[in-house]
DNA sequence: CATAATAGTGTCGATAGGACACTAAGTGAC
DNA sequence: GTCACTTAGTGTCCTATCGACACTATTATG
């Protein structure tokens, strides 16, 4: 490492993939951009990072700053670094990924955004920037790790049935899964809870509604315990 | 994102983790600081990101001007954004584990360094900025990854003896595996091939070389294959 | 040719995972 | 209040995989 910088430095950015889960797809959060360049277009929350914030933090505030979001699960994806990314001139962008779910969290637009909008994975807009590769990206990590990691959790609203929970998995993995043998898995690990509720106003039968047990879940993860879906 | 930038920009760096393998342990490539600060003490081969290169092309220029090491398999593992961890200023690096084989590759210092050394991981010495927590988290991605992709082969030279890839996965896993069963495992999968020759100037049974079958694996993945150890 | 070192090989039992179909319970319409 | 509709909730069996486990074969060396 040099010890003198006198080159011209790249920018530097953040830029989040804000997923999220309706009875439908896997939904995912845009801005349009109210600023040159893209101006118009679709693109993923983000902006500079200032020189007294960590990478994390500056992801959290662009995040607040343009679409309401916090206090969310927030994850580092990866770093893009290709050299034409942005016409203006060299920007690397350390991209993020975050799990919310929509009965907990309000979303406004502001700053820099004239809107931001929800928008299925699965008829998603015209991209500014390299964002539908990011995207794509950020899809694959989900994927991936759902399968590992209790992550999923962070999508459903905290009191949740096991259909609920069998869908998102559907919906990330994208193939159908047994419903007994799901159940079965689930139930055996003991990681989630039966709660005494019931799913409410629905014309049929309502589920029994069950809680993730994190505090079971890191117990048993130090005795070796594997989660795996 | 902001259309201007006003702001004082953080610096940009790369770091590389270069793991190799011996008969013993797995090894981690250091340079010796030659310049402030840290001057003196071991740290990771990187340096500053120009504006006219991709971060990939910083990390392998950087390799090769500071250890020799060029043409290896280079991975993106994490971007460090603290805001003290380089003393100087705010300095966000982007990190890369790279994979290497000992035969395959002559190591010589270079610019910036005094010297360039491989350690062991299990005998490291004290490490400049937070080069150390750069490289445990390139020991837990190497761990986590090496079960599910078939990069460990890079640690490896052309042809190998089945011993010597299971001594591979007992050293990066830590802990050991069982011979027959590991046999049975690798062969099964039809991923390394026999070749027609045995090792040379061992004091006893000489083992047959096998090696990689990209070309297979490539084959074999596309119809759904997944590699695992 | 005896010794020492590592190569190379197969079985069995336990476990986990996948395929598969019916009954139970609650809602709403008549 | 009964019938139709919708989703909840449940168990078995088969197969494949994984882990535990010990001996013979081959080569080099003294």
Redesign the interface.
């Known amino acids: ?3 003198a ?1 006198e ?7 953040v ?1 989040i993939v804000v997923f999220a889960l309706d009875e439908e797809d896997l939904q995912v959060m845009l801005i349009e ?1 109210d ?2 360049p893209f101006e118009g277009q679709w ?1 993923l929350p ?11 933090e500056a992801a959290r505030r662009e995040l607040e700053e343009e679409t309401g979001l916090k206090d969310i699960y927030l994850e ?1 994806l ?2 893009f ?3 034409k990314r942005d016409p203006r001139e ?1 920007v ?1 962008t ?1 991209t993020y990924y975050a799990l919310v779910n929509l009965e907990g969290h309000d979303v406004q637009a502001s700053t ?1 955004a004239r809107n931001a909008a929800w928008f299925s994975m699965n008829d998603l807009p015209k991209l500014a920037f390299d964002h539908k590769t990011i995207l794509r990206a950020a899809h694959e990590r989900l994927r991936g790790k759902v399968r590992y990691q209790p992550i999923g959790f962070e999508l459903l609203p905290e009191k949740f049935t096991l259909r609920q929970m069998q869908h998102l998995y559907e919906v990330i993995l994208d193939r159908e899964l047994d419903k007994r043998n799901f159940r079965k898995k689930v139930l055996g690990m003991e990681i989630v809870k039966e709660t005494k509720e019931i799913e409410k106003d629905v014309a049929h039968r309502a589920a029994r509604l069950y809680r993730f047990d994190k505090r079971r879940y890191d117990k048993l993860t130090k005795q070796g315990f594997n989660f795996e879906i």
């Open positions: 490492m040099a010890h910088y080159f011209a430095r790249p920018a530097l950015t830029d951009r600023l040159k693109a983000g902006g500079f990072v200032r020189v007294d914030e960590t990478l994390e580092q990866y770093t670094g290709d050299i060299r690397v350390v820099d």
